[in-house]
């Protein structure tokens, strides 16, 4: 159980991330809420011949990781999580017309070019994605799409279904502590008793969020989500756009970057 506790207290790592201080860090929300979704629309306007092209894609996420300090082996252990999810789309896929194509030099399978396109597309977008979570805060993000209209119940549910995320987490930590303590020398709980402890788990763990749902009333909360922050672009955020909107256009237009990794290769 130690072990599931430690992957689930994982979650909240990119949480902690969000709140460094770097140049990634400070840009305006919104540029990059922007940069991302651009980013993502060019990973999948791909088709799967063309894999050479989304190669020079994965500068995006390295220069990132570089620049905002943060630890690339957090990114490589989450990308196991979506691997079930490529695999059943593989599956999917899979039964699609056996042709031949060429990748640079090399004459492939079109099921294999499949693949490796699906892949490269589901490691890309995951990397785009967890940047987002790891350089901006959650309540951040909330605002940004508050302020570009989005359904004020999402963006609540969301927030609070976070929030309650992390307090099931530490209800689960506070229960295991207990049971290591009473039991020191057992590793694992018997299963006779997994089924009224994790009942516990949720009945703590959702007295707290009713705690804290009272306090939010107590403090004139009506469900509307309310902020006084205007996030103005400056000029770093409009070069930090521009730069990542030309480098996508050269990607997805023209031959300047295929010729580069051809080059490389």
Same mark, same amino acid.
């Given at each position: 159980m130690s072990n599931f506790i430690n992957s689930m207290t994982q979650l909240r790592t990119l949480d902690s991330l969000a709140k460094n201080k770097s140049f990634i860090h400070l840009l305006n929300p919104f540029t990059k809420l922007i940069t991302t979704i651009l980013v993502i629309y060019t990973i999948i306007s791909f088709n799967k011949y063309e894999i050479a092209k989304q190669i020079p894609i994965f500068l995006y996420p390295l220069s990132i990781i570089l620049i905002s300090n943060i630890p690339i082996k957090t990114f490589f252990k989450r990308l196991l999580w979506i691997m079930p999810i490529v695999l059943v789309l593989l599956l999917i896929l899979i039964l699609d017309t056996y042709t031949q194509a060429k990748l640079f030099s090399f004459v492939i399978s079109d099921i294999l070019l499949l693949i490796i396109s699906i892949?490269?597309?589901? +490691?890309?977008?995951?990397?785009? +994605?967890?940047?987002?979570? !790891?350089?901006?805060?959650? &309540?951040?993000? !909330?605002?940004? #799409?508050?302020?570009?209209?989005?359904?004020?119940?999402? +963006?609540?549910? #969301?927030?609070?279904?976070?929030?309650?995320?992390?307090?099931? +987490? &530490?209800?689960?930590?506070?229960?295991? !502590? !207990?049971?290591?303590?009473?039991?020191?020398?057992?590793?694992?709980? #018997?299963?006779?008793?997994?089924?009224a402890i994790l009942g516990q788990i949720l009945v703590r763990s959702y007295m707290r969020a009713q705690n804290i749902y009272q306090a939010m009333r107590l403090r004139g909360f009506s469900g509307e989500f309310y902020t006084n922050k205007n996030f103005a672009f400056g000029l770093m955020d409009i070069m930090y756009l521009l730069f990542w909107s030309l480098f996508l256009f050269m990607i997805k237009y023209t031959d300047f970057m295929l010729a580069f990794v051809k080059a490389l290769l």
């Open positions: 892949i490269i597309k589901s +490691i890309l977008t995951t990397f785009a +994605i967890m940047l987002l979570i !790891a350089t901006t805060e959650i &309540e951040r993000l !909330a605002i940004c #799409f508050r302020k570009l209209y989005f359904p004020q119940i999402l +963006i609540l549910q #969301f927030l609070l279904t976070y929030r309650y995320f992390n307090l099931l +987490i &530490e209800e689960m930590r506070i229960v295991y !502590a !207990a049971h290591k303590l009473r039991s020191p020398k057992k590793s694992n709980i #018997f299963k006779c008793f997994q089924g």
